[in-house]
């Protein structure tokens, strides 16, 4: 009786994981790696902004 105890709590937890991968695959459009946009992609009317230093200045002794 203890034994089943011990393995229905990470029974039940692999059931819902598994439960909510399958239910995210089955909604999803197109099963797979999604696909990310160009780096250099601007929309329409969208102004870029100012480019920001990739370090901050040393501070002034």
Same mark, same amino acid.
């Given at each position: 009786?203890?034994?089943?105890? @011990?393995? %229905?709590?990470?029974a039940a937890?692999?059931a819902?994981?598994?439960?909510? $991968?399958a /239910?995210g695959?089955?909604? *999803?459009?197109r099963p797979?790696?999604? @696909?990310? %946009?160009?780096?250099?992609?601007?929309?329409?009317?969208t102004p870029?902004? $100012?480019? /920001?230093p990739?370090?901050? *200045?040393?501070?002034?002794?």
């Amino acid at each position: 009786m203890q034994l089943s105890h @011990r393995i %229905a709590a990470p029974a039940a937890v692999v059931a819902v994981t598994l439960g909510i $991968a399958a /239910t995210g695959y089955a909604l *999803a459009d197109r099963p797979g790696a999604p @696909r990310e %946009a160009p780096a250099g992609l601007e929309l329409e009317g969208t102004p870029s902004p $100012a480019p /920001t230093p990739s370090s901050p *200045a040393p501070a002034p002794r």
